[in-house]
């Protein structure tokens, strides 16, 4: 009887143990093999992309997003983004709708203007625009996203882009400051974009891009 008890006990105390036990977090994957873009691929006819040592570079004259073959749901991904001197613009696409010669959907801003500063904002490219984080137009909107983004964004040196997807959850961070974190519904899956807004002669350059699927 008393060999039955003890057996009880362990179980008891093992199961406990198992409960309280986390769960294991993800491993990142790397999305940049270092020699060359297998697992991604340009949707359009126009643009060129290559890889530059540790580097993926964006050029073209005009407008063309790269896109991962994979689509992702729930995810934390994690990408370096240095943009080039002069006029420049470029996004993070994630959850992205794909179609030859177009890309639409949720991008995080990376916002070259020296003065409008909307690095880390939420956009929906061909869609809904400045929906939310800020809202275009929106004056209270705009200063409440300034205030969050603060001087997160470096202009002229490399910013790493955090952006997590959980549900309808959306959350952009730059460089550890939490630029946008809102519910939307719009889409729940779809590819990551790197974007070269089309200034003619502009590379952009990216690095280090990783994703932890949740």
């Known amino acids: 009887m008393k060999n039955l008890v003890r057996s009880l006990v362990s179980l008891a105390l093992l199961g406990s143990a198992l409960v309280a036990a986390p769960a294991a977090q993800p491993a990142w994957k790397a999305l940049f093999n270092g020699k ?25 004259d005009k407008k063309f997003f790269l896109v ?36 639409t959907g ?4 990376v916002d070259g203007d020296p003065v409008r ?23 209270a909107s705009e200063k409440a996203f300034r205030d969050r983004a603060g001087s997160s964004f470096k202009r002229d040196g490399w910013n790493t882009y955090r952006i997590t997807c959980q549900g309808q959850s959306l959350k952009i961070e730059v460089n550890g400051v939490v630029t946008t974190d809102i519910k939307d519904s719009m889409d729940a899956s779809g590819p990551i974009g790197l974007q070269h807004h089309g200034e003619k002669g502009q590379t952009y350059k990216f690095r280090n891009a990783r994703i932890r699927e949740l």
Request: no cysteine; net charge negative.
């Open 36 to 60: 060359n873009l297998d697992g991604w691929r340009n949707p359009y006819t126009w643009g060129e992309s290559k890889v530059v040592g540790d580097e993926v570079h964006l050029i073209a």
């Open 68 to 103: 991962t073959e994979k689509s992702y749901s729930d995810f934390v991904f994690e990408v370096e983004i240095l943009l080039p001197a002069g006029k420049a613009n470029s996004g993070v696409m994630f959850r992205a709708q794909v179609q030859p010669n177009k890309v």
């Open 106 to 109: 949720y991008q995080a801003e």
């Open 117 to 139: 500063l909307w690095s880390g904002g939420l956009y929906d490219e061909g869609r809904r625009m400045w929906f939310a984080s800020p809202i275009k137009g929106d004056a």
